[in-house]
């Protein structure tokens, strides 16, 4: 039996909505087998951030040498990478991976709260995005990324080939979840732009999205399905996950990992 296996690079959630505890779950759902790197010990649940505990370097370093060294890596995913020196390690170590590499450039928490230093923002784009198979960025993501506002649907289009043009990345997933009306999404794959649409979901559980989704897109990518597909169905199991989001603590609930099956039940009838 082929197994395939996915590594994330990322900060956890106690709560288990979003970072680390988010991918690992979606990693399990679509059969890739899941393993982790922690980055960060965060003291979150869905109200916000209440702490931060960054591991140092080194420790970060020595954890992705553990796994590399003993396990395969089809492929992989970096969320939260709060400081320079994390980015350093992550990157002088990427080049030893022969596999697909999804960013998703975690720059703020769903509640609003800073998760990068705002001085590191740069190192990340100028030396972290380039090694990118895939890049997720958000709206206000982008916008940060290339230094410019992101209001239509042509800003973001033109906004996903400018992350491959001109800072790098392979390809770019700019994400229009924080826009009116229907969810769509663009991806530029360094030829062309795919479009990606969903019904606007009402509702405030929305924590772990974009971890949730760039997991997803990971998953995939691991099974050596292509890009613009991986995305596709990425797109669908996160879109299940709100639909069928759960109603659980004081702020934005975590969405539902397992709900695709009972969507994909519904697409079988």
């Known amino acids: 039996m082929s197994i395939q296996c996915s590594l994330t690079i990322a900060g956890t959630d106690p709560s288990g909505g979003a970072g680390i505890q988010a991918d690992l779950k979606t990693f399990q759902e679509l059969k890739s087998y899941g393993m982790s790197v922690v980055t960060s010990v965060v003291a979150q649940n869905t109200t916000g951030v209440n702490a931060v505990h960054h591991l140092p370097a080194e420790m970060i370093q020595q954890q992705l040498e553990a796994v590399s060294a003993d396990m395969p890596i089809d492929a992989f995913k970096s969320g939260m990478i709060a400081d320079k020196d994390m980015m350093k390690?992550?990157?002088?170590?990427?080049?030893?991976?022969s596999a697909p590499y999804v960013m998703d450039p975690v720059m703020v928490a769903?509640?609003?709260?800073?998760?990068?230093?705002?001085?590191?923002?740069?190192?990340?784009?100028?030396?972290?995005?380039?090694?990118?198979?895939?890049?997720?960025?958000?709206?206000?993501?982008?916008e940060d990324l290339l230094g410019q506002q992101i209001e239509t649907t042509d800003d973001m289009k033109e906004?996903?080939?400018?992350?491959?043009?001109?800072?790098?990345?392979?390809a770019a997933l700019v994400k229009g979840g924080h826009r009116d009306g229907e969810a769509v999404d663009?991806?530029?794959?360094?030829?062309?732009?795919?479009s990606y649409s969903a019904e606007r979901i009402a509702t405030n559980n929305t924590h772990g999205t974009g971890c949730t989704y760039s997991a997803a897109i990971t998953a995939y990518l691991s099974r050596g399905i292509d890009l613009p597909?991986?995305?596709?169905?990425?797109?669908?199991?996160?879109?299940?996950?709100?639909?069928?989001?759960?109603?659980?603590?004081?702020?934005?609930?975590?969405?539902?990992?397992?709900?695709?099956?009972?969507?994909?039940?519904?697409?079988?009838?």
């Open 159 to 170: 906004a996903a080939e400018q992350i491959v043009t001109k800072l790098g990345a392979g």
């Open 186 to 194: 663009y991806l530029f794959d360094g030829s062309k732009i795919h």
């Open 89 to 97: 390690v992550i990157a002088d170590w990427i080049p030893q991976i």
């Open 229 to 269: 597909r991986a995305v596709e169905k990425a797109k669908q199991f996160v879109t299940a996950a709100i639909k069928h989001s759960f109603d659980l603590g004081k702020g934005s609930g975590p969405t539902n990992h397992w709900a695709w099956k009972e969507e994909v039940k519904q697409w079988k009838k």
């Open 110 to 142: 769903q509640s609003g709260d800073p998760l990068i230093e705002a001085e590191s923002r740069a190192w990340l784009r100028e030396h972290l995005v380039p090694f990118a198979s895939v890049i997720t960025p958000n709206l206000p993501e982008a």
